[in-house]
């Protein structure tokens, strides 16, 4: 399934100055998978090494915190888009 | 009894307004929670109150020490004004780009003011704070993302002044800042009904941060992470811009003055409408504070492109 996704400015480097890269998969899993194929210079922002998400990355799916819809088991469908943000704090 | 000894005493017991002729479907109540008629002007009069006055009361803030805070703006006015109440010097670390009246306010109440850059974010004026707490031990640095009276403001405060006022509450919707809202208010009405959802909503803050070199340098507040807020909370959205200040006008036809923030809570719980499709419920919003601070900004006047586009690089929240 093609699914858009949107890098904050600072993983850009790390996806030859992409800020939206098109990619393939049915789950969050497949699309990070098929995202780091692209651009092997990601795992380490999108993985820690247990293989889980990023403590400081914050996805969304369609704007919906992914943590809500399954994590990286969240299905994905065509016209959707995923969305990455680093977590900062507010107040 | 609209008397007080105190304006300190003026802080909570905030309005809750129904505002569900502004939504289609009439079978969902939905109520805000009007925390913009604090004193200082915000939902942050409450965590400031709290974090001081429990301070004072452990004995690790003196009479006239000065107190240091990082705040993109709201939680800085609360505890510059009740500084000024009470005799203490305050300092606040301010990123560089939030709107002119926030600086004003800061003034108003006579805090010291330091900037850090705009391209950090909250996140840089926190680091900055930090920093300058290391360098001055005898500040007393009030750190309002890892402070549990922050929390327990919203446990002891909101929270029961929510369930007070609407037991038949079914959704709590704010927005996540330093999370000490959603996680009091949270805690406490799981705690007396645990089929409330709580949804959280934040502005896409870290789209855009420049200053960070990686996603190591992110932020989860304390607060959130000692409270175990993933598993507190039901949903969370992100709503951007243009959503926030369609609602902060759309607010406007029931009388609400309120900020992009709380725009933002709004935007949440129309989309808590719609995707949930709910027959009956009862929600309740959080509006973290007025409009005022934001009249600069044009939020209600301008072109609705040309707002959004500024308020991407102004930080609101």
Wanted: charge should be negative; proline fraction near 6%; include cysteine.
């Amino acid at each position: 399934m093609p699914v858009e996704v949107r890098l904050p400015t600072v993983l850009r480097p790390l996806a030859s100055g992409e800020a939206v890269v098109k990619v393939e998969g049915d789950t969050l899993r497949e699309v990070f998978q098929d995202l780091v194929r692209q651009y092997p210079g990601l795992s380490e922002s999108l993985f820690t090494p247990e293989g889980d998400m990023h403590r400081h990355l914050n996805v969304f799916l369609n704007d919906d915190d992914v943590r809500y819809l399954g994590r990286l088991d969240a299905k994905v469908g065509a016209a959707d888009t995923v969305t990455l943000m680093p977590a900062v704090a507010g107040g | 009894m609209a008397r007080y000894d105190s304006v300190l005493d003026t802080i909570g017991n905030t309005p809750l307004v129904d505002i569900t002729e502004l939504l289609p479907n009439q079978r969902v109540r939905v109520l805000v929670k009007l925390e913009g008629v604090n004193p200082a002007g915000s939902v942050k009069d409450r965590a400031a109150k709290y974090m001081i006055e429990e301070a004072e009361k452990d004995g690790s803030l003196h009479p006239g020490q000065r107190i240091l805070e990082s705040s993109s703006g709201n939680t800085a006015a609360g505890l510059a004004m009740i500084a000024k109440v009470k005799g203490y010097p305050f300092t606040a670390v301010v990123p560089e780009n939030v709107s002119a009246e926030r600086v004003k306010l800061l003034l108003a109440f006579g805090a010291e003011i330091i900037c850090s850059p705009a391209a950090e974010g909250s996140n840089g004026a926190m680091r900055r704070a930090q920093a300058l707490a290391g360098e001055h031990p005898d500040w007393w640095f009030s750190f309002q993302y890892g402070n549990p009276a922050n929390p327990k403001a919203h446990y002891e405060g909101t929270g029961p002044e929510i369930w007070r006022d609407c037991p038949e509450v079914t959704h709590f919707v704010a927005g996540l800042g330093t999370a000490g809202t959603i996680i009091g208010v949270g805690r406490f009405l799981k705690e007396r009904n645990p089929a409330v959802s709580i949804w959280a909503v934040q502005p896409p803050a870290g789209e855009n941060v420049e200053g960070l070199k990686s996603l190591d340098e992110g932020f989860v507040p304390p607060v959130f992470i000692d409270n175990d807020g993933y598993s507190l909370l039901d949903r969370s959205r992100v709503v951007g811009p243009r959503e926030s200040i369609e609602w902060a006008r759309r607010l406007t036809s029931s009388g609400i003055f309120a900020g992009l923030s709380t725009g933002a809570a709004m935007a949440g719980v129309a989309a808590a409408r719609v995707a949930r499709q709910m027959e009956s419920g009862t929600i309740v919003a959080l509006l973290p504070d007025g409009g005022w601070k934001y009249l600069s900004t044009d939020v209600w006047s301008g072109d609705l492109d040309e707002v959004v586009e500024r308020a991407g690089h102004e930080l609101y929240f």
